[in-house]
């Protein structure tokens, strides 16, 4: 009994260090002030301000003001015995244990109105055990303080409901145009709903799920004996009427698209915080510099520059923030043109296919779809490293005959690509319309050699094991990365986007659409992964029928020569000609002797003629020295290797040295 009196005694002493300590290091006296309006500075990953954003917020709620649905909403989702408890509510978190060990569908929470409240004290939102600790002495400290009434308007004046809102009152008027006092059930119970993910839920972008949610707190306002099973019935959906208020603080592209985020992460947190991105401040300005100093007439034009992992370095919506904030780089949907045929490349090589296997590049005269290369330029038999080189049209559209629509809309999914895809053979040539940085994120996967990879422009978090193993990427077969990279290595250095090589193995592909609508350049080089895209907000033409290897293909050999920290000259554009490296000669003859092409490259010349083939190589000796005859016309050369004829396979025949 004494040893046990002992234990006792200790047990004790260290529960009231444990009390004292929360008690030094939890801010109790804080936690009865007035809350300081939340400040986000998103900071790049080498420390450089890159937007300080302040709050839209309003005056504060007074409960015996509002309808009684209104706190009713708000307590049946989030916290069902908010007036009997004490500021924890062991039930609660029973109830959502219980829950979500054994429910597969959405977690649930145990923490209760004042432990949420409590939370918004503290300046970070790590999920320690003293920090809990620490929420759960404050939630006693203002239970024992203020009143249940005054705890529950502290808590709706200043909870985060997406749109940059903050507060009830600031939120009724930004989405529903009315003070909090004329909100309907539906309006609250949409409201409500918004606390679980509010920048995920927000009506303005996700009107359907702001809705579903809804419908979950009405059914909890059922439960909970706010209102019957009749009056739930009968409701109809909140209908929203936008308010929108002027942004008080500065902003960019890239701090538009990762702020949701920000906030989420941040949690009920208030006060100024720092948030840190992946963005790079150099990269970044070079990437602005690109832009600005293209010849890009009136058109606009946008980058996006992420490493092989999804890390955002770099981001540009446009060509002047200040004149539209609308971001092309992730708002816009365009066609990605010939970009597109990576997808179907890749699924030819799923299939079975190699880059030395030969595809028809001719016009193609049955069926309904009848595509057409650009220029009216056919090659006649060419492999398929050719024919992704020089972006056949008609050559894209035989594969995905070949392999199936279905297939290459599969391997599109794989790589990210989520956007709606037409179930045809136009798909081949970029028809549907996909976000730059799903096309960036796709070619980001190639370069990484697994896939999906997910941009974002926040360091990843912690994951626990569970969450590692569900989120794992998938690898490309070795043969198959090979064998695409070869594809991306030949269309960037010797094919249509060869104005985009560098002195480092550069690998990409150019896009353009009908009319010249869009003009696209995707690869990577060094460790970055970049797509610029130049067009015109109303989707008119562009002057001079631009195209992907053009503008935008010199825009993103500017722009990685200085990411990557390779000074590199401007290639003369005559020597940048892919119709001579690629084959890219169409000679048609009406001898009789069926379907006939040349191929011209840096080796020699192929002739094509009807189902037969022949080589003839350039590499010739120099000439005889002086005083020495020369060989007589049509005399073999001495030691140059024979012309190759290839026949039509048939019974007894066999590739034929003449």
Same mark, same amino acid.
């Given at each position: 009994m004494q040893i046990a009196g002992w234990v006792v005694a200790a047990l004790l002493a260290l529960l009231m260090i444990l009390i004292a300590w929360l008690a030094v290091t939890a801010p109790m006296s804080r936690s009865l002030k007035p809350i300081a309006p939340p400040s986000i500075s998103l900071m790049s990953a080498d420390g450089h301000l890159i937007a300080r954003r302040g709050a839209i917020i309003d005056k504060p709620v007074t409960v015996a003001a509002l309808p009684k649905h209104v706190p009713q909403a708000f307590m049946a989702i989030e916290d069902r015995r908010f007036y009997d408890h004490w500021g924890v509510d062991p039930r609660g978190i029973a109830r959502a244990a219980w829950?979500?060990?054994?429910?597969?569908?959405?977690?649930?929470?145990?923490?209760?109105?004042?432990?949420?409240?409590?939370?918004?004290?503290?300046?970070?939102?790590?999920?320690?055990?003293?920090?809990?600790?620490?929420?759960?002495l404050i939630a006693f400290w203002l239970e024992?303080?203020?009143?249940?009434?005054?705890?529950?308007?502290?808590?709706?004046?200043?909870?985060?409901?997406?749109?940059?809102?903050?507060?009830?009152?600031?939120?009724?008027?930004?989405?529903?145009?009315?003070?909090?006092?004329?909100?309907?059930?539906?309006?609250?119970?949409?409201?409500?709903?918004?606390?679980?993910?509010p920048s995920r839920l927000a009506p303005t972008t996700n009107l359907k799920g702001a809705r579903d949610r809804a419908a979950l707190v009405t059914q909890a306002m059922v439960e909970a004996g706010y209102i019957t099973k009749a009056e739930r019935d009968a409701l109809p959906p909140a209908r929203l009427n936008v308010h929108e208020a002027p942004d008080p603080t500065s902003g960019t592209y890239f701090a538009d698209w990762v702020l949701p985020q920000a906030r989420d992460r941040a949690g009920a947190v208030y006060g100024a915080q720092n948030v840190a991105t992946t963005l790079d401040w150099r990269i970044q300005r070079l990437a602005e510099a690109a832009i600005r100093r293209a010849p890009l007439g009136k058109a606009?034009?946008?980058?996006?520059?992420?490493?092989?992992?999804?890390?955002?370095?770099?981001?540009?919506?446009?060509?002047?923030?200040?004149?539209?904030?609308?971001n092309r780089a992730v708002q816009a949907k365009r066609q990605p043109g010939s970009t597109f045929k990576l997808f179907v490349y890749l699924a030819a090589f799923r299939a079975g296919m190699t880059p030395d296997d030969f595809i028809e590049d001719t016009p193609i005269t049955t069926g309904s779809?009848?595509?057409?290369?650009?220029?009216?330029?056919?090659?006649?038999?060419?492999?398929?490293?050719?024919?992704?080189?020089?972006?056949?049209?008609?050559?894209?559209?035989?594969?995905?005959?070949?392999?199936?629509?279905?297939?290459?809309?599969?391997?599109?999914?794989? =790589?990210?690509?989520? $956007?709606?895809?037409?179930?045809?053979?136009?798909? *081949? #040539?970029? +028809? %549907?319309?996909?976000?730059?940085?799903?096309?960036?994120?796709?070619?980001?996967?190639?370069?990484?050699?697994a896939y999906p990879v997910l941009a974002h422009g926040l360091p990843p978090e912690e994951q626990g094991w569970f969450d590692r193993l569900m989120s794992r990427q998938k690898h490309f077969s070795d043969?198959?990365?090979?064998?695409?990279?070869?594809? =991306?290595?030949?269309? $960037?250095?010797?094919?249509?986007?060869?104005?985009? *090589? #560098?002195? +480092? %193995?550069?690998?990409?592909?150019?896009?353009?659409?009908?009319?010249?609508?869009?003009?696209?350049?995707v690869g990577y080089a060094g460790g970055l992964v970049t797509a610029v895209w130049i067009g015109n907000d109303d989707n008119t033409p562009l002057p001079g029928g631009a195209a992907g290897g053009g503008v935008p293909a010199r825009i993103w050999r500017t722009f990685m020569a200085g990411a990557i920290n390779e000074p590199v000259e401007d290639a003369p554009e005559e020597s940048r000609d892919s119709d001579l490296v690629n084959a890219i000669a169409n000679v048609a003859t009406e001898a009789g002797l069926g379907n006939m092409s040349v191929g011209l490259d840096t080796e020699g010349v192929t002739v094509n003629i009807g189902g037969g083939q022949l080589r003839l190589p350039i590499d010739q000796p120099q000439g005889p020295p002086p005083g020495v005859p020369g060989p007589q016309p049509g005399a073999p050369q001495p030691g140059a290797p024979p012309p190759r004829v290839i026949v039509p396979a048939g019974p007894g025949t066999t590739d034929q040295q003449p």
């Open positions: 829950h979500n060990l054994w429910s597969s569908g959405s977690s649930q929470g145990g923490s209760t109105i004042t432990q949420q409240l409590a939370k918004g004290v503290f300046l970070s939102s790590d999920r320690t055990f003293g920090r809990k600790a620490r929420e759960a024992a303080w203020l009143t249940k009434d005054q705890i529950l308007e502290r808590y709706l004046s200043n909870v985060y409901f997406g749109d940059n809102v903050y507060g009830l009152r600031a939120a009724s008027l930004h989405y529903f145009n009315r003070q909090p006092e004329r909100l309907t059930i539906p309006q609250a119970a949409m409201l409500a709903g918004l606390l679980k993910a606009q034009a946008a980058l996006v520059a992420m490493k092989p992992d999804g890390s955002v370095v770099a981001m540009v919506g446009g060509r002047n923030y200040g004149e539209s904030a609308f779809y009848r595509p057409a290369n650009h220029g009216g330029k056919y090659r006649g038999r060419i492999t398929l490293r050719q024919a992704f080189a020089a972006s056949s049209n008609v050559a894209a559209v035989r594969l995905t005959q070949k392999v199936g629509v279905d297939n290459v809309i599969k391997v599109a999914r794989d =790589l990210g690509v989520t $956007a709606p895809l037409t179930e045809d053979l136009s798909l *081949a #040539l970029g +028809t %549907s319309e996909i976000p730059l940085v799903e096309l960036t994120e796709a070619y980001a996967a190639v370069a990484a050699g043969d198959q990365l090979e064998m695409i990279r070869d594809l =991306l290595s030949s269309a $960037a250095n010797r094919g249509t986007g060869s104005a985009a *090589a #560098l002195r +480092t %193995s550069t690998f990409g592909k150019t896009g353009t659409t009908q009319d010249s609508r869009d003009a696209i350049f």
